[in-house]
């Protein structure tokens, strides 16, 4: 059947409002279980098995919709780039694999419901991959490739009273396969719902909906389309169209139908409109949809059916040379989303399909590219209805076929090659017809990574002359820019912070967006914060769609029964591409990561700035599109060293859309007044004041936080020196003082509550008892090594710096001596050497007080030139898992890094060392806290060990070394931690993140090797 919206009939305009499909007398299920034959090629299937006397009873049964690879059938295979079928059979496309190309065989019976009888059926599949014949009753029915968009067939003819034998023959790849190349696991079948639908002899068989605002953006005309259908194309008749809309109350904007009529047989076209004054508009941020109903009824005035469509009043053009929806300035703080489920595979439901949309906008995320095929149709049902602008993109990758670099088209599809044009026209004109209803979707993609050629000048013009409307969009041009027209916009990934202001600044002919940036592999996100600087700079960069949205990993069971995430490799496939599949904001499982947190750090619609502290005034940039800020709550707290001083809740100041405004937050003085030692931070949020469909009442929105300078809360100076610093200065009475101890094995210093033992072989702390209780079970030591993440990885930062992996358990004791430091205390200098080339020196200096506080400071010396970045500088010790409650006053709660700590906030926060501990799909270096100015590890008695910067450090708390992640190539296989492993540094180097394969993490947040390094922090027992 030729492509069409996506609709259902009813037979009453209260069922069409209602718009339920599942409920419609027209329509019939065929989910659930099927009998399933599998085959490893052609050649082994059951070719006849469609035939009315074959008996399929004794095959498996198999759950429809599903992938078998995830029922037990074949094996998952997982590649980014490389065909599957590379490096077992030689093709060349066109031509599919042979030798090992497995045939899923799948049969069901079904009755057709008496009402229908007289009634023409047909049959829809919304999703098979790859390819698939389809035969009922024995009778070849037809045949359908293009996997992501649905496939009907008319078997009106084929159907006899009672039981039909339908009988489906899938294949795991086909000619089209080439064409399918993209990033994702390779999984097989009948992924998507089956489902049977009648309609009356005469039909509305499509519509198309545009809504055309005029030039000030108010009042609208309602376009329809409709193609109406009669079965039997000899019978000719009268009918007419009647169409009516519907507000969110339901109440009628026309005072009655608006009606075509026309006389015809087999097809025709009939055509209303309508104007409305003042509809409410759609957008992201306020999707407020109307519903339209369309009746058709007979020349006596019989209805014979109706259906409906959700209607979003929008207007998305291309103007000044900015892309606007509304008549504003759109900004995309988008990401990329693979249709995923960790057990489901891409036979996603539409509960994972909600979990998305929700943490999408409580996340700050207002819009979305379907990567890279058409999503499942409730998908833009729920972008409609939430608010999220879509890419929608065809179903089209040949990333395998062509590399990065050639000049020349060569053997890449489609390309210019005319056999290949009539299959890339009908991917995206399904596409199209299937999805033009959707207000969310405002621009068409036209694929992902299929270099260029004629064949997508071709898709650009249909799309164009058939929706014109909305904007086509194809990264492709970028390496083949002899196909520039392709694209209406400059699309470009992974382009580097440089080069898209470069683009910026060289007169564009097009908006520019990042159709993919921000590679989340692992523990990545690293500088988010510095494109945003760049999109808020020059408004012909208008966003950005994060790669990606979930890790695509798939739960499976261990042989010993563990259950855990795999990835590529992990069923036995190649080629493979490994973890590479871990990209996500999100965890297959669909609990956040710790970098969604910055994402809606830097997606935030509030820019707050200060002004004048000391007075409270700040600078509010809105930069919501269509909502005032005084919609919002807003709450600002002062507090004193992490500790709320004071609250002002319920607040709200009006700042209209796309204004500035400088606004006073009155501060309570009073309460205010502090001593010269603490540190005051206000922090200001915005949240929501009643619920939305997408959170709760309280959501928070945006926030920013500041350090209140000296001279705030009525006079009372406010000093940056810390609570750490101040814990550090200890008063010592005249009589006390540390002793010192020194013999051949040791130095030992030692105080009333405490003693401290320095090795002479080593000069490593080897004991700190602190009231009687042993705090290290291994000390302190110099450490310059993280566990290397994913990025690292891609970038060979493990191999160019691998002389810091050792460079600390390789050192050489050059010196150590203790001498009194006044005050009553000690202090003990050991001198390293670190086997680098040129050497590096360490000195650590350890000063203690006689209440037991110690305090130390290391300096690195880097050897003169030559030597690499510094993965981390600082120090790593070993306490007994027995200490494992963490509380910590700095950034969090969650993980944060150097160049990726925005979206922390600076506070107290708690928790056990495993929680600190973040699940990626390889273990990696994580759970790192950034600006920490205390901290505390403590048993369930509530001794242990409080660390304090001097003013501050980069804390790492995990039950785990670096060594130990790098050695385990999943999560389940770390072994129990019989320990809580410290890291106390300066600082550790950002994580990077504008790609995963070479990009390295930015100068500003790099150690080099070329300076020397000097930071300080103390302990004491508690």
């Known amino acids: 059947m030729e492509a069409h919206a996506t609709l259902m009939p009813y037979r009453t305009v209260e069922e069409a409002i209602a718009g339920q499909k599942t409920a419609s007398d027209f329509y019939q299920s065929l989910n659930g279980t099927w009998k399933f034959h599998f085959a490893e090629n052609a050649e082994a299937r059951p070719s006849e098995f469609y035939r009315t006397d074959y008996d399929c009873r004794n095959w498996a049964d198999m759950a429809v919709p599903s992938h078998w690879q995830l029922q037990g059938y074949d094996y998952p295979q997982y590649t980014n780039i490389v065909y599957p079928w590379v490096g077992h059979e030689d093709l060349q496309p066109p031509f599919a694999p042979v030798k090992y190309n497995p045939v899923g065989s799948y049969v069901r019976s079904f009755s057709v419901p008496k009402a229908w009888e007289g009634q023409p059926v047909y049959l829809s599949f919304q999703g098979v991959e790859s390819a698939f014949y389809v035969w009922v009753n024995g009778d070849l029915v037809g045949y359908s490739e293009d996997t992501f968009t649905p496939a009907e067939f008319d078997i009106t003819p084929y159907l006899t009273e009672g039981e039909n034998k339908l009988a489906v023959e899938v294949y795991r790849w086909c000619d089209a396969s080439w064409l399918e190349d993209q990033d994702f696991w390779r999984l097989s079948g009948i992924f998507r719902d089956v489902y049977l639908y009648s309609t009356p002899q005469t039909h509305i068989y499509d519509f198309s909906i545009r809504t055309e605002l005029d030039d000030e953006y108010a009042n609208a005309e309602l376009r329809i389309q409709a193609r109406v259908t009669n079965y039997d194309a000899r019978q000719y008749g009268a009918y007419t169209v009647e169409a009516m809309l519907y507000d969110r109350e339901l109440r009628p904007q026309w005072g009655e139908p608006q009606r075509a009529s026309a006389d015809a047989g087999g097809t025709a076209y009939v055509e209303l409109s309508a104007q409305i004054e003042h509809p409410h508009k759609w957008s992201a941020e306020k999707p407020y949809l109307y519903t339209l109903v369309l009746s058709l009824k007979d020349q006596d005035g019989q209805l014979l059916e109706t259906e409906s469509c959700k209607v979003g009043f929008r207007k998305f053009e291309i103007k000044d040379g900015l892309m606007r929806i509304n008549g504003e300035r759109i900004v995309f703080k988008g990401v990329n989303r693979h249709e995923f489920d960790c057990d489901r595979g891409r036979s996603v439901d539409e509960a994972s399909m909600l979990a998305d949309i929700l943490l999408m906008k409580k996340y700050n995320i207002n819009a979305v590219r379907t990567s890279h095929y058409p999503n499942h149709p409730i998908w833009y049902e729920l972008c409609d209805e939430y608010g999220l602008y879509v890419i929608d993109e065809t179903n089209l990758e040949t990333h395998g076929a062509w590399n990065y670099g050639q000049l020349e088209e060569g ?74 027209r392709a694209s209406d916009i400059e699309s470009q990934m992974y382009t580097k912070i440089d080069k898209v202001e470069e683009y910026a600044r060289s007169n564009p002919q097009k908006p520019f967006i990042l159709c993919e940036y921000s590679h989340a592999m692992g523990n990545s996100c690293g500088n988010l914060f510095k494109y945003w600087e760049l999109f808020e700079r020059y408004p012909v960069l208008q966003g950005g769609f ?8 798939i739960r499976t069971t261990a042989p010993d029964g563990t259950e855990y995430l795999a990835y590529g490799g992990d069923f036995g496939d190649t080629p493979n591409d490994g973890n590479f599949c871990g990209n996500g904001l999100i965890f297959a499982d669909r609990t956040v990561s710790p970098k969604i947190h910055e994402v809606k750090k830097c997606y935030q619609n509030v820019k707050i700035e200060a002004v004048d502290l000391a007075q409270g005034q700040v600078r509010v940039t809105n930069q919501y599109l269509f909502t005032d800020l005084s919609e919002f709550d807003w709450t600002w707290t ?98 006390e003082t540390v002793h010192v101890e020194r013999n051949t094995e040791a130095i030992i210093l030692s105080g009333r509550e405490f003693s401290l033992r320095f090795d002479m072989a080593t000069g490593d702390i080897s004991s700190y008892v602190y009231q009687g209780v042993e705090l290290f079970k291994t000390g302190p030591a110099p450490n310059f090594w993280r566990a290397y993440t994913d990025n690292d990885r891609g970038n060979q930062h493990h191999i160019r710096c691998a002389v810091w992996r050792e460079a600390a358990s390789g050192r050489t004791l050059l010196g150590l001596s203790v001498q009194p430091a006044g005050a009553g205390r000690a202090e003990v200098r050991v001198r390293y050497e670190l086997p680098t080339a040129p050497a590096s020196r360490v000195q650590m200096v350890y000063t203690a007080a006689p209440d037991g506080a110690v305090e130390v400071r290391m300096e690195l010396i880097p050897g003169a030139g030559g030597l690499p970045e510094i993965p981390e500088i600082g120090v790593l010790f070993q306490m007994e898992a027995d200490f494992r409650n963490l509380q910590w006053y700095g950034r969090g709660p969650h993980e944060n890094y150097w160049d990726r700590a925005t979206g922390a906030k600076l506070g107290v926060y708690s928790g056990t060392v495993e929680e600190q501990f973040v699940p990626y799909l390889r273990p990696q270096e994580c759970g790192n806290k950034t600006d920490v100015r205390w901290a505390t590890l403590t048993d369930a008695n509530g001794r242990g060990l409080r660390i304090s910067g001097l003013p501050a450090v980069e804390l790492n708390v995990l039950p785990y070394l670096p060594a130990e992640l790098e050695a385990h190539d999943h999560p389940y296989k770390l072994p129990p931690s019989d320990k809580v492993a410290v890291r106390v540094n ?37």
């Open 986 to 1022: 300066y600082k550790q180097m950002g994580v990077g993140g504008d790609d995963s394969w070479g990009a390295r993490t930015h100068p500003e947040f790099t150690l080099f090797a070329n300076r020397s390094y000097t930071y300080s922090f103390a302990f004491k027992g508690i």
């Open 411 to 484: 053997i890449t599809v489609p390309g210019s090659k005319p056999e290949w044009t009539g299959a890339v026209l009908d991917r995206c004109n399904s596409m199209l017809q299937r999805d033009k209803n959707h207000p969310s979707i405002v621009i068409w993609s036209l694929g992902n990574e299929s270099f260029g050629g004629d064949n997508f000048v071709k898709m650009h013009d249909f799309l164009r002359e058939a929706d014109p409307t909305r904007a086509v969009h194809y990264e492709g041009i970028f390496h083949f820019r002899a196909s520039d």
């Open 638 to 735: 002062i507090e004193r060293n992490g500790v709320t001083l004071v609250e002002t809740m319920g607040g709200s100041f009006n700042v209209k859309p796309g204004e500035t405004e400088v606004i006073t937050l009155p501060y309570d003085s009073a309460a205010a007044k502090h001593l010269l030692t603490d540190e005051l931070v206000l922090t200001i949020s915005l949240s929501l004041k009643e619920a939305a469909i997408w959170a709760e009442k309280g959501h928070e929105v945006a926030w920013e936080q500041f350090l209140l300078p000296e001279g705030i809360a009525g006079g009372a100076a406010a000093s940056l020196i810390t609570m750490a610093e101040s814990a550090a200065a200890v008063s010592v009475a005249d009589d």
């Open 546 to 553: 994060i790669w990606d949205w979930i890790d695509q990993s």
